[in-house]
């Protein structure tokens, strides 16, 4: 498999060397919005270490993503009253990956809703506003 690379967009986002809407982190997560949102709410959860996905990623990065996931899916829920949450996560180009920094996707859905097409990006404005419901969310879980 390729090498991680530390110019990956979102090891950036982790130095602090570009923006982003920062919603939660711990000693070993960062959870953040996406830009390019499939359903209001879409944030992705990050390991503060390298690796490029599931494929490479130790026990103890999964197990940590894993606990900050299941800890936003419960703040989404209660942040945007949803019904459900969908998570997705994808390794490698084939298999779907863009960032190679492994991520899972957390998108808190509706009954009967459906999915935005991807690579639609939001408003500033209305990220920063999401991103506050969700924070909102955690503190009180
Ligand atoms: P994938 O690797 O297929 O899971 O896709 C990468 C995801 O990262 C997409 O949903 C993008 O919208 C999202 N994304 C790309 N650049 C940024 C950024 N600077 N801040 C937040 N999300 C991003």
């Known amino acids: 498999m390729t090498a991680y690379d530390p ?8 130095r602090g060397e570009i923006p982003s809407a920062r919603v939660y982190e711990d000693e ?6 996406d830009i390019m949102p499939r359903a209001d709410g879409h944030l992705l ?25 299941q800890k936003l899916g419960k ?22 990956q863009e960032v190679f920094h ?3 996707h957390i998108l808190p859905r509706h009954e009967g809703d459906k999915l ?13 506003a999401h991103a506050a419901q969700i924070r909102e969310a955690v503190a009180t879980l």
């Open 75 to 96: 703040a989404v829920l209660k942040a945007f009253s949803a019904d459900g949450v969908t998570l997705q996560q994808f390794n490698e180009a084939a298999g779907g």
């Open 45 to 69: 959860v990050i390991p503060k270490t390298p690796c490029r996905n599931v494929l490479d990623a130790s026990p103890e990065q999964l197990a940590a993503v894993m606990q900050t996931v």
């Open 116 to 128: 935005r097409p991807p690579g639609i990006m939001a408003e500033r404005d209305v990220i920063e």
């Open 7 to 14: 110019e990956n967009i979102f090891a950036k986002i982790l």
């Open 102 to 104: 492994l991520h899972f």
């Open 28 to 33: 070993h997560t960062l959870a953040f919005m």
